[in-house]
C-alpha cells in the first residue's frame, strides 16, 4: 500500500489485465489518480463499465474530478527520475525552497502509507503555490514519527528543535504545520512544543493517552506502544486548552468517518482550535477537498500573511 516506485510499476502492469475483479480496479483507480498518472482515466472507466452500481457511478466521477484538478498543477510523466527518486523514498525528508525568498516555513507530516492521500511528488507540486518554504517529513516506519525522521531527528522530543532549526538556516520566521490521518497526530503534537504560527490538521486521532475512552489508532497496537516512549502518547485536548488562541488551529474531518467524528469532537469547546465537518466526505478529506479544487487555495490561505 506504500507509495514506491516499484509501486507504480505494479499498477501500470495490473492495467493491461482484463480481469480485474471489481475490489483490485476500485484500488487501480484510486491509486493512479492519487500519483497523477495519466493512464487514471482507462482504471475509471474500466470500474464504470463493470458496474452500474449508483455508489460506483458517483465514486468514479468524484475520481474524475480528483484527477482533473490534480492533473492542473503536477504530471507525474513529467517530473525528472531524480525528483521521483527523493520523493518517493521511504523515510527522511524533503526540503524545498520557494521561486522567490519566503521568511515562511510550511511544515508537512505524510503518513505511513508515504503519501498525503496524493503521492508526496504530487503534494510538493501542490503545496509550491503557497509560496512557502517546504518541509516535508515522511516516516514509513511503523513508530509513526515517535522514533523521529531518518536524517532529521533521531526521535520525537528533537524533531520540533530539528523543524526549528531548520527554520533559522533558511531565515524563516514563520512555521506552520499540517498533518493528514496517521500523520496528524504527531504533527498537532509537534506544534504544540514550540513555535507555531498556524496548523491544519485532516482526519485523524487526538488522543492517545492509555487510558483514553476513543477508538484507538490501528497503527499503534499495544506491544508497539510499549516500545516507545510513554510521554508522546497524549489527550491533546489538555494541551489546547492551554495553547495560544491567537495561533490559528484547523481541524477537517469528514462527517462519514465515525473514529474522525470522535476525535474531533475531543477538542469541542476550546477556543485554540476550530473544527471544520464536511458533510459528503469520508476518512479521505484530502480527496473530498482535491475534488472541487479548493485544496491548493485552502493551503495557500492557510499560510497567508
Request: charged share 20%; aromatic share 8%.
Amino acid at each position: 500500500m506504500q507509495h514506491t516506485p516499484e509501486s507504480i510499476a505494479r499498477l501500470e502492469t495490473l492495467l493491461s489485465r482484463r480481469d480485474l475483479p471489481p475490489s483490485d480496479m476500485l484500488h487501480l483507480a484510486q491509486e493512479l489518480v492519487a500519483h497523477g498518472h495519466r493512464s487514471a482515466p482507462t482504471a475509471i472507466a474500466a470500474l464504470r463499465a463493470g458496474s452500474r452500481h449508483a455508489d460506483v457511478v458517483a465514486y468514479c466521477d468524484r475520481l474524475e474530478r480528483v484527477w482533473y484538478h490534480l492533473r492542473s498543477v503536477y504530471r507525474l510523466e513529467e517530473q525528472s527520475a531524480e525528483l521521483l527518486a527523493h520523493c518517493y523514498s521511504h523515510n527522511g525528508f524533503i526540503a524545498l525552497r520557494p521561486p522567490l525568498p519566503s521568511r515562511r516555513l510550511l511544515v508537512v507530516f505524510t503518513t505511513l502509507f508515504n503519501n498525503f492521500a496524493i503521492s508526496t511528488a504530487a503534494l510538493a507540486s501542490l503545496l509550491t503555490g503557497t509560496g512557502a518554504n517546504l518541509l516535508i517529513l515522511k516516516d514509513s516506519t511503523i513508530y509513526n514519527y515517535h522514533r523521529g525522521v531518518y536524517g532529521l531527528a533521531e526521535d520525537f522530543p528533537s524533531l520540533s528543535k530539528a523543524i526549528h532549526d531548520h527554520a533559522a538556516r533558511i531565515g524563516a520566521d514563520r512555521i506552520y504545520y499540517s498533518g493528514f490521518s496517521s500523520g496528524g497526530y504527531a504533527a498537532l503534537l509537534t506544534s504544540l512544543l514550540g513555535q507555531c504560527d498556524g496548523y491544519l490538521g485532516f482526519s485523524h486521532i487526538t488522543d492517545l493517552s492509555a487510558n483514553s475512552s476513543l477508538p484507538p489508532s490501528r497503527h499503534m497496537p499495544p506491544q508497539l506502544r510499549t516500545s516507545l516512549d510513554q510521554r508522546w502518547f497524549r489527550d491533546l485536548r489538555p494541551m489546547l486548552a492551554k495553547a495560544d488562541p491567537t495561533v490559528h488551529r484547523r481541524l477537517i474531518y469528514g462527517a462519514k468517518s465515525a473514529p474522525d467524528i470522535v476525535h474531533a469532537e475531543n477538542l469541542s469547546g476550546l477556543n485554540t482550535v476550530s473544527l471544520t465537518r464536511l458533510a459528503d466526505a469520508t476518512h479521505n478529506t484530502v480527496q473530498h477537498l482535491l475534488e472541487s479544487g479548493s485544496l491548493s487555495e485552502l493551503f495557500r490561505q492557510f499560510v497567508a500573511d
